[in-house]
T-cell receptor, first 113, second 115 residues
Framework: GDSVTQMEGPVTLSEEAFLTINCTYTATGYPSLFWYVQYPGEGLQLLLK?????DKGSNKGFEATYRKETTSFHLEKGSVQVSDSAVYFCALRVGTGRRALTFGSGTRLQVQP | NAGVTQTPKFQVLKTGQSMTLQCAQD?????MSWYRQDPGMGLRLIHY???????DQGEVPNGYNVSRSTTEDFPLRLLSAAPSQTSVYFC??????????????FGQGTRLTVV
């Protein structure tokens, strides 16, 4: 079946540090890939997405590139801020008919001033 | 824009009690789903619906019922609550554009504790 594996957290960084959160996947078809963010006390929000190999999704300074050869979709940001502290979820969806998302376990990011 | 609205935000139940978690969306999305979020396990799909009158089971459906009488509403029912159902529940909706599925839009969640 489909699955998503994320690095375990929490990840603790100082402000302005470089961020990488690893995400790898297994899928039976050709998935679309997503990163969602959950701020404290809130629901999940889409951060970025990529729908085919070599696509790069980007938003709010975050980037992730869909790497089919390594089945990865790592999240990166060059300079994190305290306001980036949240839980980040990698997710996939296979095909156009199936609409349910398969999520990773989430990675908590804590950014210290 | 209300988006996806869930009620209540918090609930405490006693074992064996029943309740309904409400979910409503005002975006005319045909697809709606319920997930539960547990520590270290991400979100797992409970039930989903591809349109009014059509529902199906997800990964962890046991102990839950759903119905979809309108496009807007997708309530989740716990018939006899158990401590294992203590979790945070999220409702989500999505639609298609040019044959492609859009991203899911999530509600703010319901934190349920069963004692």
């Amino acid at each position: 079946g489909d699955s998503v594996t994320q690095m375990e957290g929490p990840v603790t960084l100082s402000e302005e540090a470089f961020l990488t959160i690893n995400c790898t996947y297994t899928a039976t078809g050709y998935p679309s890939l997503f990163w969602y963010v959950q701020y404290p006390g809130e629901g999940l929000q889409l951060l970025l997405k990529a729908t085919k190999a070599d696509d790069k999704g980007s938003n709010k300074g975050f980037e992730a590139t869909y790497r089919k050869e390594t089945t990865s979709f790592h999240l990166e940001k060059g300079s994190v801020q305290v306001s980036d502290s949240a839980v980040y979820f990698c997710a996939l969806r296979v095909g156009t008919g199936r609409r349910a998302l398969t999520f990773g376990s989430g990675t908590r990011l804590q950014v210290q001033p | 824009n209300a988006g996806v609205t869930q009620t209540p935000k918090f609930q405490v139940l006693k074992t064996g009690q029943s309740m309904t978690l409400q979910c409503a969306q005002d975006m005319n999305h045909e697809y709606m789903s319920w997930y539960r979020q547990d520590p270290g396990m991400g979100l797992r799909l409970i039930h989903y619906s591809v349109g009014a009158g059509i529902t199906d089971q997800g990964e962890v459906p046991n102990g839950y019922n759903v119905s979809r009488s309108t496009t807007e509403d997708f309530p989740l029912r716990l018939l006899s609550a158990a401590p294992s159902q203590t979790s945070v529940y999220f409702c989500a909706s999505s639609y298609r554009v040019a044959g492609m599925n859009t991203e899911a839009f999530f509600g703010q969640g319901t934190r349920l504790t069963v004692v």
